[in-house]
């Protein structure tokens, strides 16, 4: 099995009394988008201040890409990429400008590179004009391209939606998806927007009070897999009821529309022909699928997120 991009071993922050982060354990291999969530406090911020050398240590390890960050730090950070909040940038100086400034502090970063990232966010037409014109939009595609300059293993990012329009959200999911499965780099966002979550993730980490509750597919959170729930829209509920209870493994219900069953994916073919032969309509079939939200509150006993306000 190839070696994961980013390895978390027992990593915990204590202040004070206080734990910040228990005993966090996971790892995120090439080319995914590995989501943080949790409500504030959670301990999000504070596992990608430790990843990104802005807070120390107190147990366990993170290792980029083999490297240690608490035994060789800047052989480490040399392979991470990140935002932390919002990219900072010198506003009276063009976007071109900006990234050839930062381009300077790093050893090997030619005007070639900076074209190659300029293209991969897609700003070619507006690099040239100044930063201050920029949507906020535009400033986080030219936060990543900064920070994929030195072609980094990993980029991580801290709510890097806040205060982007729904346009704006999509455009860097968009390019998100690309640098992963184009460029091989992995990505870990942290955000309290369980519908961004949802579309732009491919695992989601749920944290709770400094812990880990649980690491799951955006798919298997939701429900996608082979069991489900299926509502059949009927015209005769009562005697679709009555076909269906006698049905050997589904879970049956009178829902509003009809008749609720739980059904594995292969079963509802079968439940349909009941029906059919037992003489009942069936006017359509739908499948329910749970929400992100619907599952974290389950896991966390209903701690609903905060929503950010806007910056």
């Known amino acids: 099995m190839a070696e994961p991009i980013l390895k978390i071993s027992n990593l915990s922050k204590k202040i004070g009394n206080k734990r910040i982060v228990d005993q966090l354990n996971f790892e995120v291999p090439r080319g995914e988008i590995f989501g943080f969530l949790g409500p504030n406090g959670a301990g999000k911020t504070t596992t990608i201040r430790m990843m990104v050398g802005l807070m120390s240590i107190t147990e366990g390890d993170i290792l980029i890409d083999g490297v240690s960050i608490s035994q060789e730090f800047s052989k480490a950070i040399v392979k991470v990429g990140a935002i932390v909040e919002n990219p900072e940038m010198y506003k009276y100086l063009s976007g071109y400008h900006n990234l050839l400034h930062f381009a300077r502090m790093v050893p090997g970063v030619t005007k070639e590179r900076i074209q190659e990232v300029v293209r991969l966010v897609g700003l070619e037409k507006q690099i040239h ?146 029906l059919i032969r037992g003489g009942v309509r069936v006017y359509g079939i739908k499948r329910i699928t749970a929400t992100l939200e619907d599952e974290f509150l389950k896991m966390t006993g209903g701690e609903r997120l905060v929503q950010p306000a806007a910056k």
């Open 129 to 274: 004009d100044k930063v201050r014109t920029f949507s906020l939009g535009m400033r986080q595609r030219l936060g990543v391209a900064q920070a994929l300059l030195h072609k980094p293993s990993v980029l991580i990012l801290d709510e890097p939606t806040n205060g982007l329009d729904p346009a704006g959200i999509r455009e860097l999911r968009d390019y998100l998806y690309n640098l992963t499965r184009n460029e091989g780099i992995s990505v870990v966002v942290s955000s309290h927007l369980l519908s961004e979550m949802e579309l732009m993730c491919d695992r989601v980490a749920i944290l709770q009070q400094g812990k880990l509750v649980a690491i799951k597919t955006v798919k298997d959170l939701m429900g996608e897999g082979t069991l489900g729930s299926v509502v059949f829209d009927v015209d005769q509920p009562e005697k679709a009821y009555q076909i269906l209870a006698n049905y050997p493994s589904a879970q049956t219900r009178k829902a509003e529309n009809g008749i609720e069953c739980r059904l594995e994916k292969e079963e509802i073919a079968d439940a349909n022909e009941l």
